[in-house]
């Protein structure tokens, strides 16, 4: 597949990039995947989400767009020294260190613009770091890898068996083996999106998946919503996990009311709700439900407040362990 390396005359612009990492247990590692990224030149911290049962953790930040890319590959290699994936076990599906790198454009900058920038990464993690990168979203160079779960089925395991062997599961550049400690890579260029979960009480995760598949868009149910269910071993319950991709279609609490009526029907309690990353101003209802049930919110997790805090000079306070 031939990539394209358009150069686009987008100045100051401010590009996001929210690279989930498989792991979630150790806080010193996720600190100094951080720190990596704030090696560069303009790259911010914007949030750090860390989630010991999904071994998972999620860091945004935002760069300028013609830094962003250099930011995403020192903390693809960084997590490439510090993650080994022949040990790792965790709730969420996973494809390598770095599962997933998208770019998201914020100011100044078009979607076309990200996904260059997209495939730019995905060039220089495959040639420097030897890691196999599959391209998804809008990044996407074949129809069949759009949607991120149909990239990532079977997660690293299956992965390993097959892409050497199945050409449907060739990278779309990099090596025909993925990397002995960091796996593989998902790298794509999307609009800005919710991670919203709510929690449930009780240990039964065939409740919660249940329930992700009644609301998932995949399935007939809420427009724009991805939805999967996990348990939280250490928690003692469940959790209903989405990705609302068009969240000014289908919101939080859409989203929140859709899985609180599925648990009412089977006889189970909502918990509580969680954030993870950033959220715009726009998309909160202070007023509604689930707002009530938020984990561990602040005005830290709106995006606007955010962006004005790295832009004063400003930096977050991050745990160093979990």
Do not use: W
Not at 74 to 79: D, E, F, L, P
Not at 177 to 197: Q, S
Not at 219 to 240: E, I
């Amino acid at each position: 597949m031939q990539i394209n390396h358009r150069q686009s005359a987008i100045g100051n612009a401010l590009v996001e990039c929210v690279p989930n990492f498989s792991e979630g247990r150790n806080g010193n590692t996720v600190a100094a995947l951080s720190r990596a990224i704030e090696t560069v030149e303009t790259a911010c911290v914007l949030d750090r989400h860390i989630d010991a049962d999904h071994n998972r953790s999620v860091i945004t930040f935002v760069a300028a767009a013609e830094k962003i890319v250099d930011a995403a590959v020192a903390v693809v290699a960084r997590a490439a020294e510090l993650i080994d994936m022949r040990a790792h076990k965790g709730e969420h599906p996973r494809l390598g260190a770095t599962d997933v790198l998208p770019f998201i454009p914020i100011s100044g900058v078009t979607m076309e613009d990200c996904v260059c920038l997209a495939h730019q990464a995905g060039e220089r993690i495959a040639n420097e770091l030897s890691i196999p990168v599959f391209f998804y979203e809008q990044a996407a160079l074949r129809p069949d890898r759009v949607n991120l779960e149909d990239v990532r089925r079977g997660a690293l395991e299956l992965l390993r068996e097959q892409i050497a062997v199945e050409p449907a599961r060739a990278p779309d550049v990099g090596p025909l083996v993925v990397h002995e400690t960091a796996g593989a890579i998902a790298i794509g260029a999307r609009p800005f999106l919710i991670a919203f979960n709510v929690n449930l009480r009780t240990r039964d995760v065939a409740v919660a998946r249940l329930i992700a598949r009644t609301i998932r868009a995949r399935h007939g149910g809420l427009p724009f919503v991805k939805a999967l269910g996990f348990t939280l071993s250490t928690r003692g319950l469940v959790q209903v996990s989405m990705n609302l991709v068009n969240y000014e279609t289908t919101g939080m609490t859409a989203a929140f009311n859709a899985v609180r009526d599925e648990a009412v029907r089977l006889g189970v309690e909502i918990d509580s709700t969680e954030i993870v990353g950033l959220v715009p101003e726009k998309a909160l209802d202070r007023s509604a439900e689930y707002f009530q049930k938020l984990e561990n919110f602040s005005e830290n997790k709106i995006l606007e407040h955010r962006l004005l805090t790295c832009k004063s000079g400003g930096m977050p306070t991050f745990p160093t362990s979990s």
